[in-house]
C-alpha cells in the first residue's frame, strides 16, 4: 500500500506541473486531478473499502478547507500535506470546485451490522444530540437531510463506518483540527468512546437522498460558532495561478 501511495503521488505531482504549464482553464482540470483517483476513487466516488472517502459532489468551500487543512497541518496525513505544499489558494479552491460539480449517484450503503441499540443510539444522537452534555444534534449543522449544507458544511452520509468513527476519533483526540472557534474539536470532546461508534454505526447505514446534493444554505442559527465557515474564498475563484 505504501508503495502504490508513493507512486500515485508522483503521478499527482507531474501532472500538476504539466498543467501548471498550461494554466487554470477548466477544460484541464479532468486531467490536472485525475491523479487524485488513485486513492480517491474514480471520479471521486470512494474506494470500496472506504478509507479514502467520497470527494465528489461535496460543497466546495468544505473541500477547500479540507485542502487548506492538510496544507497547513491542521489535518494530519503526510502524503497529503506533501502534495499540497507548493499549491496556492486559487489552485486549490480549482481543484475542489471540480469535484463539488461532479453530482454522481451513490452506492448502495453497507449492510448494518451493529446490534440494533448501538444504531439506536448513534440515531439519537444525531437527530436529538445530549443537551445534558452540550450535544448539539448532528442535523442542526448538516441539515436535515444530513446530505450538508453550501459552501461549507459536507454530507454525513455516503461515507463507510470506519471513516467515520477515525475521523470522529481524530476531532476527540486533537489530531485533527479546524482554523478556530473548532466547533467539531468542542463536539467531539464530549463523545464518548461508545457515542462515536454508535454515530458511525447509523450514519453509514443510511441511504444518501437526492443523490446527496447539499442544501443551498445554513440554517440561520447554528449552535456553536465555527471558524471554518467565516474562511474566505479565493478572490479568483476560477483558481486562475497568481
Known sequence: MRNFIRSALLACLCCMGAVWAQGASQDAMA??????????????????????????????????????????????????????????DGYLYAMASHFSELQLPYAAPAPATAPQAVLERGEALVRH?????????????????LTGTEPFIPSL??????????????WRTGQRHAPAPD????????????????????????????????????????????????VQLPPDQRGEQR
Open 31 to 88: 486531467d490536472r486531478v485525475l491523479p487524485c483517483t488513485a486513492c480517491h476513487g474514480e471520479e471521486g466516488r470512494a474506494t470500496p473499502d472506504g478509507y479514502f472517502p467520497r470527494i465528489a459532489g461535496k460543497p466546495a468551500g468544505y473541500l477547500y478547507n479540507q485542502l487548506r487543512n492538510f496544507r497547513e497541518g491542521r489535518r494530519s496525513y503526510p502524503q497529503m500535506a506533501y502534495l499540497l505544499t507548493h499549491l496556492t
Open 157 to 170: 452520509l455516503g461515507l463507510s463506518r470506519d471513516y467515520l468513527s477515525s475521523q470522529l476519533g481524530a
Open 129 to 145: 444530540g445530549d443537551a445534558t452534555r452540550d450535544l448539539p444534534a448532528c442535523q442542526q449543522c448538516h441539515g436535515q437531510k
Open 183 to 230: 466547533c467539531m474539536a468542542q463536539i467531539a470532546r464530549h463523545l464518548s468512546l461508545d457515542d462515536v461508534q454508535a454515530v458511525a454505526a447509523w450514519l453509514s447505514v443510511q441511504a444518501v437522498p437526492d443523490d446527496g446534493k447539499a442544501a443551498a444554505h445554513a440554517p440561520d442559527t447554528l449552535p456553536l460558532r465555527c471558524g471554518s465557515l467565516q
